[in-house]
């Protein structure tokens, strides 16, 4: 048999709906019409029949998950035609689905090859069952991905005929069942969803595989018991298993000690977090996945397979880990400090720009960014203390900050003439309020001019991802990178390396001043009206702008000729100057009245509360005179530098022409508003 589509969608409702919120569902539904099969392809037949393990999830006779394992010599799993597959074995002794597979059984299977990272799958229902095993009937055959699967050599070992007794325990892990989760780099996940009526009993299980760094799952004690929190990283977007859980919470986890052959089965509910500090915070994660036990055993050394130490997936290592988080919120509570960075790398972009990668040098944590954000930092000149600000050119890894720095003034040639690899900078912590919307479904376009390209390719990491696998594979993601000739135009290999891997990204390169040495750029001159009439389809696009002052202008004027809507132009400009947008777009401002009478400012922080007078000027002045040093650039409003956290919520008001984000305020352009306190985390 062939590839053959499907006439029916193979998502159920839950499916659906993640892929809905996410924002994949009609992609998915066209993929999965095409490679989800009722029947399983001759490779997958194949395959199964040279593997001495087979991954399973069923349900036990109170309809709750588990995942479990089958083990046999290859050959143990043979498929007679492509609609069936016979296994000769059954649960171990002990496991908490051994008598549970019956005639009529829904079974969830992962076929796994450890050795070559291979895998595929099965959702099934047992239509023979007998003594030395069963037969399966297919419902969906399915390929998937090596992401996130560490290789391992397997051997086999002959068991003691005097297997201990499994431990069975409730809602609370015991010691040695933590220890092994703790440990693990790899756990199986088990999930279960109704029938289309959403009765019981359950329709069809399933089985998945979830991998990471060592400690990746993170253990703590509720008050209702044991709970189980691990990252999800970018995968497949079909959502098999958070599909499930959207309908139906049960689920059944199984832990592997893979030199010792220990099985740790556990069975509970489990909820998906989508977002929040500790997702932004984990490097590589996409959301959490949430795991409350109710009930567990462990079997020691009964599984007949032993495995050596695993060689990681090249995919893990740019995932994170708990410690990097709690580092990371710590680091965000302190963020008004300074603190030192060490220079890790030095890569030249352009005749004039450098990449400067950073690593915290006081053992700290990496706080994560939105992409857009720039880093404050501190530099000491000729015994001058200089302080700046650049735009992160990368997304959020729990691993390093990169600033990628053009040299055009004092700072910046002190930077590329003096640092080398080893030094450290003090930096202060991401902020600023040009960043990327993640969750919008509209078309990006980004326009760059020079060294405006900084930001835009921490948002290209964010939509596209580092990997050939796009986050966002139904969103077109377009790039206007105009520069004045080849020498200017940096990060020419990563661009096209993105072009190269996702097909819903298009780049347009413009040199308006080309040498005759130069090649490898898309058209000459500058934006335009028919320029990008002539790129981009008829839409409506989320667009963001950066780079010099009138590049910025002339891009916002072809925009809206083209019938931009202004509230869709976001824009971040280098320097002093402010994009002027056309008069009848802007809104009045609806900020409080500034306080004419003397208001009480409390710095909580500090442990200091002072009166701040009408003639005291902004806060930020005011908490310099109350001998506060909090940190500061443009002291014009625009840089974002003095960004300081409001305790008090009452007083998210400020005067004359600052900004809020979120829980934020611009000390340097703000003033107490009439009629409420103030407290600042400061």
Same mark, same amino acid.
């Given at each position: 048999?062939?590839?053959?589509?499907?006439?029916? %969608?193979?998502?159920?409702?839950?499916?659906?709906?993640?892929?809905?919120?996410?924002?994949?569902?009609?992609?998915?539904?066209?993929?999965?019409?095409?490679?989800?099969?009722?029947?399983?392809?001759? $490779?997958?037949?194949?395959?199964?029949?040279?593997?001495?393990?087979?991954?399973?999830?069923?349900?036990?006779?109170?309809?709750?998950?588990?995942?479990?394992?089958?083990?046999?010599?290859?050959?143990?799993?043979?498929?007679?035609?492509? &609609?069936?597959?016979?296994? #000769?074995?059954?649960?171990?002794?002990?496991?908490?689905?051994?008598?549970?597979?019956?005639?009529?059984?829904?079974?969830?299977?992962?076929?796994?090859?450890?050795?070559? &990272? &291979?895998?595929?799958?099965? *959702?099934?229902?047992?239509?023979?069952?007998?003594?030395?095993?069963?037969?399966?009937?297919?419902?969906?055959?399915?390929? *998937?991905?090596? $992401?996130?699967?560490?290789? &391992?050599?397997?051997?086999?070992?002959?068991?003691?005929?005097?297997?201990?007794? @499994?431990?069975?325990?409730?809602?609370?892990?015991?010691?040695?069942?933590?220890?092994?989760?703790?440990?693990?780099?790899?756990?199986?996940?088990?999930?279960?969803?109704?029938?289309?009526?959403?009765?019981?009993?359950? #329709?069809?299980?399933?089985?998945?595989?979830?991998?990471?760094?060592?400690?990746?799952?993170?253990?703590?004690?509720?008050?209702?018991?044991?709970?189980?929190?691990?990252?999800?990283?970018?995968?497949?977007?079909?959502?098999?298993?958070?599909?499930? =859980?959207?309908? *139906?919470?049960?689920?059944?986890? +199984?832990?592997?000690?893979?030199? #010792?052959?220990?099985?740790?089965?556990?069975?509970?509910?489990?909820?998906?977090?989508?977002?929040?500090?500790?997702?932004?915070?984990?490097?590589?994660?996409?959301?959490?996945?949430?795991?409350?036990?109710?009930?567990?055993?462990?079997?020691?050394?009964?599984?007949?397979?032993?495995?050596?130490?695993?060689?990681?997936?090249?995919?893990?290592?740019?995932?994170?880990?708990?410690?990097?988080?709690?580092?990371?919120?710590?680091?965000?509570?302190?963020? $008004?400090?300074?603190?030192?960075?060490?220079?890790?790398?030095?890569?030249?972009?352009?005749?004039?720009?450098?990449?400067?990668?950073?690593?915290?040098?006081?053992?700290?944590?990496?706080?994560?960014?939105?992409?857009?954000?720039?880093?404050?930092?501190?530099?000491?000149?000729?015994?001058?203390?200089?302080?700046?600000?650049?735009?992160?050119?990368?997304?959020?890894?729990?691993?390093?900050?990169?600033?990628?720095? #053009?040299? *055009?003034?004092?700072?910046?040639?002190?930077?590329?003439?003096?640092?080398?690899?080893?030094?450290?900078?003090?930096?202060?912590?991401?902020?600023?309020?040009?960043?990327?919307?993640?969750?919008?479904?509209?078309?990006?376009?980004?326009?760059?001019?020079?060294?405006?390209?900084?930001?835009?390719?921490?948002?290209?990491?964010?939509?596209?991802?580092? /990997?050939?696998?796009?986050?966002?594979?139904?969103?077109?993601?377009? =790039?206007?990178?105009?520069?004045?000739?080849?020498?200017?135009?940096?990060?020419?290999?990563? +661009?096209?390396?993105?072009?190269?891997?996702? $097909?819903?990204?298009?780049?347009?390169?413009?040199?308006?001043?080309?040498?005759?040495?130069?090649?490898?750029?898309?058209?000459?001159?500058?934006? %335009?009206?028919?320029?990008?009439?002539?790129?981009? @389809?008829?839409?409506?696009?989320?667009?963001?702008?950066?780079?010099?002052?009138?590049?910025?202008?002339?891009?916002?004027?072809?925009?809206?000729?083209?019938?931009?809507?202004?509230?869709?132009?976001?824009?971040?400009?280098?320097?002093?100057?402010?994009?002027?947008?056309?008069?009848?777009?802007?809104?009045?401002?609806?900020?409080?009245?500034?306080?004419?009478?003397?208001?009480?400012?409390?710095?909580?922080?500090?442990?200091?509360?002072?009166?701040?007078?009408?003639?005291?000027?902004?806060?930020?002045?005011?908490?310099?005179?109350?001998?506060? /040093?909090?940190?500061?650039?443009?002291?014009?409003?625009?840089?974002?530098?003095?960004?300081?956290?409001?305790?008090?919520?009452?007083?998210?008001?400020?005067?004359?022409?600052?900004?809020?984000?979120?829980?934020? +305020?611009?000390?340097?352009?703000?003033?107490?508003?009439?009629?409420? %306190?103030?407290? +600042?985390?400061?």
């Amino acid at each position: 048999m062939g590839e053959q589509t499907v006439s029916r %969608s193979p998502f159920h409702a839950g499916e659906a709906a993640v892929q809905d919120r996410i924002g994949v569902r009609v992609r998915q539904e066209e993929v999965g019409r095409r490679v989800i099969r009722d029947f399983m392809p001759d $490779q997958h037949r194949s395959f199964f029949e040279q593997l001495p393990l087979m991954l399973i999830g069923g349900l036990d006779e109170r309809a709750r998950p588990w995942a479990s394992v089958l083990t046999g010599p290859p050959g143990f799993m043979t498929s007679p035609d492509p &609609r069936r597959l016979q296994v #000769k074995a059954h649960p171990a002794s002990g496991d908490p689905l051994a008598g549970s597979i019956r005639v009529g059984t829904p079974l969830g299977l992962l076929g796994i090859e450890l050795e070559t &990272r &291979r895998r595929n799958r099965l *959702n099934a229902t047992v239509r023979e069952q007998g003594a030395t095993g069963f037969t399966l009937a297919v419902d969906e055959s399915f390929g *998937n991905c090596p $992401q996130y699967i560490q290789v &391992r050599q397997h051997r086999w070992v002959a068991l003691p005929d005097d297997l201990p007794p @499994p431990e069975e325990f409730g809602a609370s892990l015991p010691a040695g069942a933590r220890a092994l989760i703790e440990a693990a780099d790899t756990f199986f996940i088990a999930t279960a969803s109704p029938d289309a009526e959403g009765s019981a009993p359950l #329709k069809g299980c399933d089985v998945s595989h979830r991998g990471g760094k060592p400690g990746f799952v993170r253990v703590t004690e509720e008050e209702g018991g044991s709970v189980l929190t691990s990252p999800d990283f970018l995968g497949n977007f079909q959502f098999r298993t958070f599909g499930n =859980l959207e309908i *139906n919470p049960l689920a059944g986890l +199984l832990f592997l000690d893979f030199a #010792k052959g220990d099985m740790l089965f556990l069975t509970g509910t489990a909820t998906v977090i989508w977002d929040g500090p500790e997702v932004a915070a984990f490097a590589g994660a996409e959301r959490l996945l949430q795991f409350t036990l109710s009930e567990g055993r462990l079997l020691r050394e009964a599984l007949p397979l032993r495995w050596s130490a695993p060689e990681p997936s090249p995919y893990v290592a740019a995932t994170g880990s708990w410690e990097a988080v709690a580092a990371a919120q710590a680091a965000q509570a302190d963020g $008004q400090r300074y603190r030192p960075f060490r220079i890790m790398a030095i890569e030249p972009e352009s005749d004039s720009v450098r990449s400067f990668y950073l690593e915290p040098a006081d053992g700290g944590g990496i706080v994560p960014h939105i992409p857009g954000q720039f880093l404050p930092i501190a530099v000491t000149v000729a015994g001058e203390v200089l302080k700046r600000t650049y735009t992160l050119s990368h997304a959020a890894n729990g691993r390093f900050y990169r600033l990628s720095i #053009k040299r *055009n003034g004092r700072v910046s040639t002190w930077l590329h003439h003096q640092m080398r690899v080893g030094d450290t900078l003090d930096c202060l912590t991401p902020r600023g309020e040009f960043t990327l919307d993640l969750t919008s479904p509209r078309p990006v376009l980004l326009l760059a001019g020079g060294i405006g390209i900084t930001p835009m390719l921490a948002m290209l990491d964010a939509l596209l991802g580092p /990997t050939d696998r796009t986050r966002v594979p139904n969103r077109k993601v377009y =790039l206007i990178y105009a520069v004045r000739h080849g020498g200017e135009h940096g990060f020419k290999l990563a +661009l096209a390396e993105y072009g190269a891997r996702h $097909q819903n990204f298009t780049l347009h390169t413009l040199y308006s001043v080309p040498r005759p040495e130069d090649a490898g750029y898309d058209g000459t001159g500058h934006v %335009s009206v028919e320029g990008l009439q002539k790129l981009l @389809p008829l839409d409506d696009y989320d667009a963001y702008l950066c780079g010099p002052p009138g590049f910025m202008q002339a891009a916002y004027g072809v925009l809206r000729r083209l019938g931009v809507a202004d509230a869709r132009i976001f824009a971040e400009s280098f320097g002093p100057a402010q994009l002027a947008r056309d008069p009848e777009c802007l809104t009045p401002s609806s900020g409080s009245v500034a306080a004419t009478e003397p208001m009480p400012v409390i710095f909580a922080r500090s442990g200091k509360t002072a009166v701040w007078h009408p003639g005291d000027g902004s806060l930020l002045d005011f908490a310099e005179a109350q001998g506060l /040093t909090p940190p500061f650039e443009c002291r014009s409003g625009t840089c974002g530098t003095c960004l300081t956290r409001v305790i008090d919520v009452r007083a998210h008001q400020s005067a004359g022409p600052a900004r809020q984000q979120g829980d934020d +305020l611009r000390l340097c352009s703000a003033t107490p508003a009439a009629g409420g %306190s103030l407290t +600042l985390d400061l």
